[in-house]
């Protein structure tokens, strides 16, 4: 590709790719000026965001018509980054990670009030990117309309759970330490099972997280953990949960929102977990409770790997992380939810059909490796290992080395452990609820509501004057905000 910049007819600067004009040669400025003249916005947008603008002539109109939105431009060259400091942002396309960058640049919302437009004369000279990122926009937009549609529906237990968790915990763990072992993260996929001895016999060289799905499996064969570890928000997670009260003087690690029952709050040694943003936070600030800092992730795998690089000093090992589907069981046996739904297994819905059903591909299981692929940790002389054996291996996760039964037997046998420490405090404590009741009748109630109802301002920000999205707001906000206060002031 040969870019040759030189003087338009009124002698501001054009270009020329391969010998096509990317503006005009007579009067830039104007051609831009038109064009953003022309151009019908049908609501006020979040972000305009330009493909491929070139010399940028186009910015200085959007920001004259528009000066409180933010400009983006997405760059097909980096010949023209002299011409960068216009933008407000400046994504550098890349065929095979287009829909990661923007999705690490822009939230959900911000996604779906966007307005997106093509540099005409890019769209000309740039033909086959051009089709290929206007699909990728495509689908990046589905899946943040998919995300934001399962972010309503969660936001809201998210809020229940943060209230019922602040009123029902006594007793929590507190580390006093920063953990100077490997470090051994445990998941429920299949390929757990090859590992299973050799966990249990060299239990003491590790500090061992298990996550909620794999509580079953762990307590069969009585390998106890250092702590467990649990995230989801909605019901389910509750059923891998009901196993530990046989064991309350294991700490759970739980983030406020997690779902969790008032029974396991009550009489569970609970490690509090806290993320870096969301009214779920402040609550849980307000309530003067301790907590370790986590990061929000769609799998608790992912939330166990970051706390596991923050808090422990050594290398980090995970086992049963397939993250792809498997003919057969999805998880190693025993496993909750596997229980309950086999109770339904009839002659005419037969177990081998419901498994079969579950091997089919995961969009979810994509989208982690994918997150695991592409996460950048800072471990310094550290490093991270997925335990599978090659024959049930579907996928690599990139920078995280798979090892076998073999590799990690000769591992533990090379490598001089410390020895056992204790790593928790453990207090009764009663969080301030009326502290946390009292944030929650103050707060802002619009900028809460906007946390709490995504989807429904996505579309008012599309259609402000509508009534009807407006009344349903107001009236489940109501409905949510009573059954909250009702939990805190201990009357739910």
């Known amino acids: 590709m040969e870019i040759k910049f030189q003087k338009a007819k009124n002698e501001e600067l054009t270009a020329l790719i391969d010998g096509h004009f990317i503006h005009s040669n007579y009067a830039p400025s104007k051609e831009a000026q038109r064009f953003v003249d022309n151009l019908k916005i049908p609501f006020l947008p979040s972000w305009i965001i330009i493909l491929e603008p070139a010399l940028c002539y186009a910015v200085d109109f959007f920001k004259q018509k528009f000066p409180d939105i933010k400009i983006a431009g997405v760059r097909y060259?980096?010949?023209?980054?002299?011409?960068?400091?216009?933008?407000?942002?400046?994504?550098?396309?890349?065929?095979?990670?287009?829909?990661?960058?923007?999705?690490?640049?822009?939230?959900?919302?911000?996604?779906?009030?966007?307005?997106?437009?093509?540099?005409?004369?890019?769209?000309?000279?740039?033909?086959?990117?051009?089709?290929?990122?206007?699909?990728?926009?495509?689908?990046?937009?589905?899946?943040?309309?998919?995300?934001?549609?399962?972010r309503e529906y969660f936001e809201k237990k998210w809020l229940l759970n943060s209230c019922r968790f602040i009123s029902s915990i006594n007793k929590i763990a507190t580390l006093k330490q920063i953990i100077d072992k490997d470090c051994l993260i445990v998941s429920s996929g299949p390929s757990l099972k090859p590992f299973i001895n050799l966990i249990k016999n060299k239990r003491q060289n590790f500090f061992i997280i298990c996550l909620s799905s794999a509580i079953s499996v762990c307590l069969k064969e009585n390998i106890i953990p250092d702590i467990f570890m649990s995230t989801d928000g909605g019901y389910w997670a509750g059923e891998h949960l009901k196993r530990i009260l046989q064991k309350n003087s294991i700490p759970l690690a739980i983030p406020s929102e997690a779902y969790c029952s008032k029974k396991i709050l009550h009489s569970q040694t609970i490690l509090p977990l806290i993320y870096d943003d969301g009214f779920s936070k402040e609550l849980t600030i307000a309530s003067k409770i301790d907590c370790l800092y986590a990061v929000r992730n769609g799998t608790v795998s992912g939330t166990a790997l970051l706390f596991a690089a923050k808090y422990c000093k050594k290398n980090i090992f995970m086992c049963g992380l397939d993250l792809a589907p498997q003919k057969g069981f999805q998880h190693t046996q025993p496993n909750e939810l596997e229980n309950n739904s086999a109770v339904f297994d009839n002659r005419i819905q037969t177990k081998e059909k419901r498994l079969s059903a579950s091997g089919f591909s995961n969009t979810s299981l994509d989208i982690y490796r994918q997150w695991f692929n592409s996460i950048n940790l800072s471990l310094q002389n550290r490093k991270v290992f997925r335990l599978i054996e090659k024959s049930q291996s579907k996928n690599n996760l990139g920078w995280i080395q798979d090892i076998t039964v073999n590799e990690f037997s000769s591992f533990i046998n090379e490598t001089t452990y410390s020895d056992n420490a204790e790593y928790f405090t453990v207090t009764s404590f009663q969080p301030d609820r009326k502290n946390a009741a009292l944030l929650f009748s103050n707060y802002d109630s619009e900028k809460l509501k906007k946390q709490l109802f995504p989807l429904d301002y996505v579309s008012l920000s599309h259609n402000p004057d509508n009534i009807e999205i407006r009344n349903k707001i107001e009236k489940e906000w109501q409905k949510l905000r009573k059954k909250a206060e009702g939990i805190l002031y201990g009357n739910i």
């Open 77 to 150: 060259t980096s010949q023209f980054s002299e011409f960068d400091k216009k933008l407000d942002l400046v994504l550098n396309y890349s065929e095979q990670n287009f829909k990661i960058i923007l999705e690490k640049s822009f939230n959900e919302e911000e996604l779906l009030t966007a307005f997106f437009v093509s540099w005409p004369a890019s769209s000309q000279i740039f033909p086959d990117i051009e089709k290929k990122i206007w699909n990728d926009i495509k689908d990046t937009l589905e899946r943040a309309k998919t995300l934001l549609i399962t």
